[in-house]
């Protein structure tokens, strides 16, 4: 199975700050990259995903960058805002099978 | 659409006793998974059915089993509850059997063994 390890594990910013979350794995065959947000209580919801045959996504102010060679992905978030407070899973897919990263704590200060 | 729902929300158990835990998606998707989330460890694949009719272990399947009973049912079944059981499960779905697609999770089941 994919080995999958997510840094930083907690993660504290000023509001207005950007923010980078990086993920590596191991299976060279996965080509399936999403990022999921997890508000304290609440179930994982999709931000952002990325194939293999891309480099780069961006939606307003969250992007996912992706080196296949180096097997890693990150999660950017600019001018963050108190909203964005969550924990943060990358989740490469690896078969049939997602496994996620143990979640970044991202905490905006106001 | 009421997307992916769960029930129970809560529930207490003794060890040694069974539950089944249901768990319904109305996107017409064909893919579903169950998840359990302890506090640190993300969340891990204990099941999942990438299309009607077939079920595969995920990375963590000891002391669970499941039934795909159609393509909107998915339900997860702990035979003789264990205290290292103690989790929140999550189900989700995703439409492609392949996977490589967005999985929509349901609430959750908070469920305690003691």
């Known amino acids: 199975g994919e080995n999958v390890e997510q840094h930083p594990s907690t993660l504290s910013v000023q509001e207005g700050d950007s923010a980078v979350i990086k993920c590596t794995y191991s299976?060279?065959?996965?080509?399936?990259f999403p990022w999921y947000k997890q508000e304290l209580g609440k179930r994982p919801q999709l931000i952002i995903d990325?194939?293999?045959?891309?480099g780069e996504k961006k939606d307003q102010r969250i992007a996912v960058t992706l080196n296949k060679t180096a097997k890693h992905f990150s999660l950017h978030i600019t001018e963050t805002q108190p909203e964005d407070s969550a924990v943060y899973f990358c989740?490469?897919?690896?078969?049939?099978?997602?496994?996620f990263g143990t979640g970044t704590s991202l905490t905006v200060i106001p | 659409n009421a997307g992916v729902t769960q029930t129970p929300k809560f529930q207490v158990l003794k060890t040694g006793q069974s539950m089944t835990l249901q768990c319904a998606q109305d996107?017409?998707?064909?893919?579903m998974y169950w998840y359990r989330q302890d506090p640190g460890m993300g969340l891990r694949l204990i099941y999942y059915?990438?299309?009607?009719?077939?079920?595969d272990k995920g990375e963590v399947p000891n002391g669970y089993n499941v039934s795909r009973l159609n393509k909107r049912e998915f339900s997860l079944r702990l035979e003789s509850a264990a205290p290292s059981q103690t989790s929140v499960y999550f189900c989700?779905?995703?439409?492609?059997?392949?996977?490589?697609?967005?999985?929509?999770f349901g609430p959750g089941t908070r469920l305690t063994v003691t």
């Open positions: 299976d060279s065959a996965s080509n399936y």
């Open positions: 990325i194939r293999s045959n891309v």
């Open positions: 989740a490469p897919q690896d078969g049939n099978q997602f496994y």
């Open positions: 059915s990438a299309s009607e009719g077939t079920t």
């Open positions: 996107m017409n998707h064909n893919s």
């Open positions: 989700a779905s995703s439409e492609l059997p392949s996977g490589g697609d967005e999985q929509y």
